[in-house]
């Protein structure tokens, strides 16, 4: 990963490993295996692998909701010990109250940090500004399109204000349309907020679509073996000659991988 060295990187992920053990059997599964990655701070960075070699386990020690076996992850030069404000993840579920109006999902980070009530809402209010949601405040879920609950639940994610965004496959289950629609604003979003993200997908397209840089991580035990990185201008065209030749590589190194497996 390009560095810019007057910069301390956001995140450094040194010697990072992560082994899993079966409680009743004892049987250990090695899932990742010395990851080192550098991560500039306003960055955007798409991380990509075979199915089921990790990704996941990488983004949850970022965030500090597993503990690794070897290694260490430095958020901003300090070891991560445990999940923290500065981190805030988004998931391919959208993990809403059903009970909670689209307000009242937004505002509950700042609800359960001890915000009072009428901050917490204009607060909330000000980033459904920021995804486009204004006028839906008190819809509840189940009246709202697939797009629409992920953006509620990264204005909620981005409500505690977080200085990095961990998305994992955030934009799978939507239909081809919405998904890029998705993809188009979160750009301009990471454009407007300079909040450094780190994006998790199986996408080949998403990551050429999204990433300035793309991480390629091995099958399982995964380690990185392949970083591309990607100068071209916002916003892409996905059929531009660069956008098709740089998928074009990141495909063989997937099909590489998995050819060995």
Known sequence: MAMNTAAQPALSLRGLAKTFTEKKSG???????GID?????GSLTCILGPSGCGKTTLLRLIGGLETPSAGEVLFEGEPVAGPGPERGMVFQEYALFPWRTVIKNVSFGLDIGGVGRDE?????QQYLQVVDLVGHEDLYPRELSGGMKQRVAIARTLAVEPKILLMDE?????????RNGMQEFLVDLWRRTGTT?????????????????VVGLSRRPARV????ENPQPYPR?????EFIALRARILEYLTEEMAEA
Do not use: C, M, Y
């Open 225 to 228: 073996v392949s970083e591309f």
């Open 170 to 178: 955030p934009f799978a289950s939507l239909d081809a349309q919405t």
């Open 120 to 124: 917490a809402r204009r607060a909330a």
């Open 197 to 213: 993200i780190v994006f998790v997908t199986h996408s080949v397209d998403e990551a050429v679509f999204l990433g300035q840089d």
């Open 237 to 241: 065209n996905r059929t531009a000659p």
């Open 37 to 41: 990655l550098e991560i500039e701070p």
């Open 27 to 33: 049987h250990k599964l090695e899932v990742l295996s």
